[in-house]
């Protein structure tokens, strides 16, 4: 059975940094694919960055770009989202998402989530 648990959101000022981290269990870690969505009520889910577990390709949305940086650990089973520069519209419920493969496909393809982590940034 495969597990995904998200953790390291919170409150934070805005230009503040957070990293959220994300474990993984029941799958071969070393070959998913593995996503940061984010989603706020009322709107669709959005894919903030994903990266490939073959290759080490790299996704992210236009809205992060030189602000996040994803990044994952394969002894340990763990992805990670270093956030900075924080913008109070980046506050939302932030998701750690994994599939067998291809990153950019739409949210509802990934196949294996975790039940998502609150990260509000206040202005």
């Known amino acids: 059975q495969v597990q995904v648990v998200e953790s390291g959101g919170g409150l934070v000022q805005a230009v503040g940094s957070l990293r959220l981290s994300c474990t993984a269990s029941g799958l071969t870690f070393d070959d998913a694919v593995m996503a940061w969505f984010r989603q706020v009520a009322g709107k669709e889910r959005e894919r903030v960055s994903c990266i490939s577990g073959s290759t080490g390709f790299t996704y992210y949305a236009e809205s992060v770009i030189g602000r996040f940086i994803v990044s994952r650990y394969n002894a340990k089973n763990t992805l990670y989202l270093q956030m900075v520069s924080l913008k109070p519209e980046d506050t939302a419920i932030y998701y750690c998402?994994?599939?067998?493969?291809?990153?950019?496909?739409?949210?509802?393809?990934?196949?294996?989530w975790g039940p998502g982590t609150q990260v509000t940034v206040s202005s």
């Open positions: 998402a994994a599939r067998d493969r291809y990153c950019q496909v739409p949210w509802s393809a990934y196949k294996w």
